[in-house]
């Protein structure tokens, strides 16, 4: 029998020219009659065998078919519907020529039914379409639920972060000890808006003063006075706003002004007043908020019995929470502060330090290395703690102190305090000169020609730097308090983007300081740098989870940070995975499966710009989807 051939391989179905007629053409018809079952000539055209056909005919696909007779390499095929190939999994594969006969379409992929897998199983151009089952959370999701400290809803009911000209809390409470007064400052409009008595009275032989003073995020004051080392002292609360009608006369007897002094504790803003005898207190406001009872707790730490308790910021009442600090070598505390982890730090001079699990009452005392702790504490927004001159990070897990490198400045020199704004950089004095650190590029600048007023410094919820007058022996003679004839200080402010410092308030402030909490930046930082949302999305029983997609707005300079951890715990506990965009994003291959798939939102703003050019992503809704099989 005659064999066929043709350009490239494929079978050529054409009428021969002229004299080729006779046994020639009657071969030709022969072996097309002899062809396996398929392999007809009646579809495909091949037009490049022009120059070999007069007028060429047409050529079915199925000469390429298993079983056809081949000769040469092998050739690309495809069997699955027109259309399909190259769509979803749908891919071609090879045949090769066997003994002059086309064996099977090796490594072809055809469609298939449509399961929950990610992927395009049916080659319609569509992924896991009624094959997956989904949940979602935000808008029409049912919303996001209560939020935390530092995000609130945007425009299109998305999570968005709290930004400083949303921060309704724009105080500072200055410590007057010219008068034993606690002036609030509002720091946008520049001026003294109410003043509070914090002692009884001014008589020639008191020796009280203003030790400490605190800021809860809500704006909210608390107030250490002390009688000196043999007493008595005590803590005060102030209201900001939600100040009570105490004697029920349906008016608010409180401060309205800078001259508006009410006697000491019969302004309706004081919330209470708690006794500690000679108790030598600190104090310290909850940076983490709380899921039931009051959202955070005010500590407090007695040195004389080691005992750090906790009560209630709106009533002064005692909760119930204590921690007695005990064992040889104790020291009492003289300072206490937390983390943004809740961790509450209690230490001394010297070089241990107390680490108190506040939810289980559990102390672990660490040894640190360095021969001083100092009083004052910060921690930056890298999370790392500042005693002093120095930074410190404490690793949980290899419980141990750690110090990214000396950052001493100088022998006998105490940079006190350290402030930090959430844009990582932070401020502390050195004498009269002001000192810069910026976090990013882990360095110190040193102003010596600041001329810095005092000896205390405060940050303001936007970003401002302030100090106020110090107060110097012999202004007030004999520590009498002072009468508004002394009302003479000044309080300065430093603008960090631009470098300039200006007088922002002249004259009308009582002479004393400005204490590193003044204003809550310690605690407030903690919400309105990068703050994390986390939610469970609830599938079934051993969940599949195979796709995210999420809905955000993002602004420049602003970024969103997507997190995963799959498990059957409602409660997150285990290792999570870093998911990018864009949506939706395939789930990694390592995700467990489990009946939740939890989610953990970090919303970062551009923290480095001036407040009024500050912007802030906007996470609107999430899913995910899964399948129970």
């Avoid at 039914?113 to 151009?125: F, H, I, L, M, Q």
């Avoid at 425009?155 to 949303?166: F, Q």
């Avoid at 107030?223 to 100040?243: F, K, M, N, Y």
Wanted: hydrophobic content about 40%; overall charge negative; some cysteine.
């Amino acid at each position: 029998m005659l064999p066929l051939s043709g350009r490239h391989g494929a079978y050529s179905c054409s009428r021969p020219r002229g004299a080729l007629v006779g046994v020639f053409q009657a071969a030709f018809v022969a072996a097309l009659l002899s062809l396996p079952p398929g392999c007809g000539c009646a579809a495909r055209s091949h037009a490049n065998d022009a120059a070999a056909t007069e007028d060429a005919g047409t050529c079915a696909d199925d000469l390429l078919s298993e079983g056809c007779p081949c000769a040469g390499a092998p050739r690309e095929c495809y069997e699955g519907p027109p259309g399909t190939l190259g769509v979803g999994v749908c891919a071609g594969g090879l045949r090769s020529c066997i003994r002059a006969v086309f064996g099977p379409c090796v490594g072809q992929t055809l469609a298939a039914p449509e399961s929950c897998n990610a992927v395009d199983d049916d080659c319609d151009g569509e992924t896991d379409e009624d094959a997956c089952e989904s949940a979602c959370v935000g808008a029409g999701c049912g919303g996001w639920g209560e939020l935390p400290d530092g995000l609130r809803l945007g425009a299109d009911d998305g999570v968005t972060l709290v930004l400083p000209a949303d921060d309704p809390v724009a105080v500072l409470w200055f410590a007057e000890q010219h008068g034993r007064t606690v002036a609030k400052v509002d720091t946008r409009a520049r001026e003294v808006i109410a003043r509070y008595r914090a002692s009884p009275g001014c008589p020639l032989e008191s020796v009280e003063r203003i030790a400490d003073v605190a800021v809860d995020p809500e704006g909210n004051a608390y107030v250490v006075v002390t009688g000196g080392w043999d007493g008595p002292w005590r803590v005060l609360s102030i209201a900001h706003e939600a100040c009570a009608d105490a004697d029920g006369d349906g008016v608010v007897e409180t401060s309205e002004g800078p001259d508006d002094i009410r006697p000491y504790l019969e302004d309706e803003c004081l919330r209470w007043s708690l006794d500690l005898g000679l108790d030598f207190p600190m104090i310290a406001v909850e940076r983490m908020a709380r899921g039931e009872g009051p959202e955070r707790l005010l500590w407090i730490a007695n040195s004389r019995t080691h005992r750090i308790f906790a009560v209630d910021p709106e009533s002064g009442l005692e909760t119930g929470d204590e921690i007695v600090l005990e064992g040889e070598g104790v020291y009492f505390p003289d300072q206490i502060a937390f983390d943004a982890q809740g961790h509450l730090f209690a230490h001394r001079g010297g070089n241990r330090v107390a680490i108190v699990d506040t939810s289980s009452g559990r102390v672990d005392w660490t040894q640190s290395a360095r021969i001083w702790i100092g009083p004052a504490s910060s921690q930056d927004p890298a999370g790392r703690l500042w005693f002093d001159s120095q930074i410190q990070t404490f690793d949980f897990d290899a419980e141990e102190w750690t110090w990214p490198r000396p950052y001493d400045l100088g022998r006998g020199w105490t940079m006190v305090p350290v402030v930090f704004a959430s844009t990582g950089i932070g401020y502390g004095l050195q004498g009269s000169a002001l000192v810069t650190y910026d976090l990013e590029a882990d360095s110190f600048e040193i102003d010596r020609d600041a001329a810095m007023a005092s000896f205390s410094i405060s940050l303001d919820r936007d970003g401002f730097l302030w100090e106020l007058d110090e107060v110097w022996d012999g202004i007030c003679p004999g520590n009498v308090c002072c009468d508004l004839e002394y009302d003479t200080a000044a309080a300065y402010v430093r603008d960090p983007w631009e470098g300039d410092r200006e007088v922002a308030i002249e004259g009308g402030l009582r002479r004393g300081q400005v204490f590193r909490e003044a204003s809550g930046t310690t605690a407030h930082d903690v919400t309105t740098g990068p703050v994390a949302l986390v939610r469970s999305l609830e599938g079934c029983e051993g969940a599949s989870w195979t796709r995210l997609f999420w809905d955000a707005q993002l602004p420049g300079g602003t970024h969103l940070e997507l997190e995963v951890m799959a498990s059957d715990d409602p409660v997150p506990s285990g290792v999570w995975f870093a998911i990018d965009p864009p949506s939706p994003a395939l789930l990694p291959d390592l995700l467990p499966r489990g009946r939740f798939l939890h989610l953990r939102a970090t919303l970062h703003s551009n923290g480095d710009q001036p407040p009024d050019e500050r912007r802030t992503p906007e996470l609107i809704s999430a899913a995910g989807e899964f399948s129970c099989e």
